[in-house]
């Protein structure tokens, strides 16, 4: 079985496959201090829940746009799995056509993902959405390329700001405000920061297909996809796993070679 490993800025995630059927699928706090033993100890246990342990899995992918937690995650794989983890940015590795954009390598490694992802997944060219710590507008191509994006601050990240720049503003969470105008400080905050990225969201899709000149389908992924779904009718599909299948498919990709 494969372990597929996105490492994130605020989590990692860690799923489970069997050819291309996800068994599971667990997430964790990125933290740079957590050693290869400690995940080991922490994935034993899940694995457990669902009957399996470390010795099912023979083969593992990892994308991660933190440098500091890959040392312990190859560690794992190379300690508790005994296998050695394709990495997503390595060169030699197989994605596809090329991103056309001017610094390839500066291409995050989940962008690469939902790329290969989106593109086995839907017809023509992709918006793909992703809200994360940022949220990327990634472009892929019909040919299936990485063809630009456009990155803004992620909603969680826009509110968390708010509170550590203003004295008197509190910490809120993210929620759908019923109305748009606040009658109190946490809904002003609230209505702000969802009813704002409704509108940078649809506009920033409206303008991005409006440059490219071509049909494309939006389909949104990560784990604010969902809040915000009903109020952007421009958002054509949800895919919660699209990172993670990429990972899967490049590593089937790749483990023919």
């Given at each position: ?14 799923a ?11 997430r964790?706090?990125t933290?740079s ?7 080991a ?5 899940l694995?457990?829940?669902?009957g ?17 937690v ?21 060169p ?21 993902c939902?790329?290969v992802?989106?593109?086995e997944?839907?017809?023509?060219a992709?918006?793909?959405v992703?809200?994360?710590?940022a ?8 040919e ?10 992620g ?6 700001a ?6 008197l ?20 905050m ?12 649809t ?6 297909k409006k440059e ?5 389908t ?17 958002i ?13 498919l490049i ?7």
């Amino acid at each position: 079985m494969l372990l597929a490993i996105d490492a994130g800025n605020t989590n990692i995630v860690f799923a489970l496959y069997e050819g291309e059927t996800m068994r599971a699928q667990w997430r964790a706090v990125t933290q740079s201090s957590r050693t290869a033993d400690e995940y080991a100890v922490w994935l034993s246990q899940l694995l457990a829940l669902e009957g399996l342990s470390l010795a099912d899995l023979n083969a593992a992918i990892i994308a991660t746009v933190v440098p500091a937690v890959l040392f312990d995650l190859r560690d794992l794989c190379r300690k508790y799995l005994k296998t050695e983890p394709l990495l997503v940015g390595d060169p030699s590795l197989d994605l596809g056509p090329k991103p056309q954009v001017d610094r390839p390598e500066t291409v995050g490694a989940d962008r690469l993902c939902n790329t290969v992802a989106a593109h086995e997944r839907y017809k023509g060219a992709v918006i793909v959405v992703d809200f994360g710590t940022a949220t990327n507008f990634d472009i892929v191509s019909e040919e299936g390329a990485f063809d630009g994006s456009v990155i803004a601050p992620g909603a969680n990240l826009s509110i968390e700001a708010l509170h550590q720049a203003a004295a008197l503003l509190p910490r809120v969470a993210i929620h759908r405000a019923q109305k748009v105008i606040g009658r109190d400080t946490i809904s002003s905050m609230q209505s702000g920061v969802y009813w704002g990225y409704v509108g940078l969201i649809t506009g920033l899709i409206n303008g991005i297909k409006k440059e490219y000149g071509r049909p494309m389908t939006v389909v949104a992924t990560g784990g604010l996809a969902h809040l915000f779904r009903p109020d952007i009718p421009a958002i054509d599909h949800i895919d919660p796993d699209l990172t993670m299948r990429g990972l899967m498919l490049i590593h089937a990709r790749n483990a023919k070679h």
